[in-house]
């Protein structure tokens, strides 16, 4: 799928690995109108610091990304590397260096190297493609074994808009705004407002609400660039329909992005829904769900295949949700395992057994004690992962 007015490339520069594409490059052809959110870490990597003050003007023309350095923790040098490397790209590209922004994932700590933009900068902008997206999604891998990209186009007003998203993260993860990068580019014609709007209500139902291992990224970033080239109605709150439509596009591409980083999680052989209902407010639910969601004793016990409620409803007991462990009701899919805090027996856990063998699944927690409920995302933990993080470095 191509989307007016926007092109990327890839190429192979070599920043720490040899072949394999590690240097992307998304460009508009004018300057596109931009929202964004990012890592709440307290320790940001240098890209992501100037990502934040670059988006104060609500325009965006290009985004430079590496994989396999973060450029995190490294001072005063990676801030300078990070405004050169934007400002080589801008040099190629004959733009405002301020219209670039740069994005960085891998290892913390380690100083950026200069000479493989230098080298590779020219290039990647020679082979810009409105075809590119697809190499640009590898680009930005890490320890992804797949890439990741999703598209939807909406109608607005009669006029077909267009969206093009990609993402990369499989550990790392667990955005509160994971290592996470996604971005997305449109044609819509958009205010920075309405924009930004979006963006921000779509990460909180999508990107927010997924975890595979609990820690949060120095460098998540979600960009989201809309040009106008579709020459739509102008989409902006006096146009709350087709607001409206536009959201409910992008919502489509940050979920099926989150779902896709979730189901590629470092080792991951388990896709999992935890629903917490319930409760008395969404909050509660929330905190609920994320808490199993992230406990590694259930984590485990899914990738065994294990249907332990106890494992469950422990973690859900040190979540500081109001719950009477004698209401709790849970399931897996449609196998009642518990009810009224009390297991159903032997015949009912192997049938919740059978649930696990599935690829993906869903538990539900029903706290009884009001009508909210919440989602979260996770995966399994499998010898693998720790497989994959204890040599990550090496």
Known sequence: ?????????????????????????????????????????????????????????GLCQAVLVNSGNANACTGRAGMDAAVATAGLTAKELGIDPHLVQVASTGVIGQQLPMKPFTRAVPQLVADLSSDGFEQLAEAIMTTDLVPKIATATVL???????????????GMIMPDMATMLCFVVSDARIDQAALDQAVKAGVAQSFNRITVDGDTSTNDMVLVMANGAADNTLISAGTPENAALFSAALDGIFRELALKIVADGEGATKLVTIRVAGARNEQEALQAARTIANSALVKTAFFGEDANWGRI??????????????????????????????????????????????HAFTVTIDLGEGDAEAEMYTCDFSYDYVKINADYRS
Do not use: W
């Open 313 to 358: 409803i422990a973690a859900l007991g040190r979540s500081d949700c109001t719950f009477d462990p004698r209401n709790v009701a849970m399931r897996f899919d449609d196998v009642m395992l518990v009810e009224n805090g009390i297991f159903l027996g032997e015949e009912q856990e192997a049938a919740a057994t059978d649930v696990l063998k599935q």
């Open 156 to 170: 607005i007003d009669g006029v077909m808009v267009s969206l093009l998203g990609v993402a990369k993260g499989s």
């Open 1 to 57: 799928m191509q989307v007016k007015g926007f092109s990327a490339a890839a190429v192979q520069a070599g920043i720490r690995h040899t072949g394999r594409y590690d240097l992307g490059l998304i460009f508009s052809k004018t300057p596109a109108v931009t929202a964004g959110v990012f890592t709440t870490n307290k320790v940001k990597a240098a890209p992501i610091l100037l990502a934040m003050e670059r988006l104060g003007s």
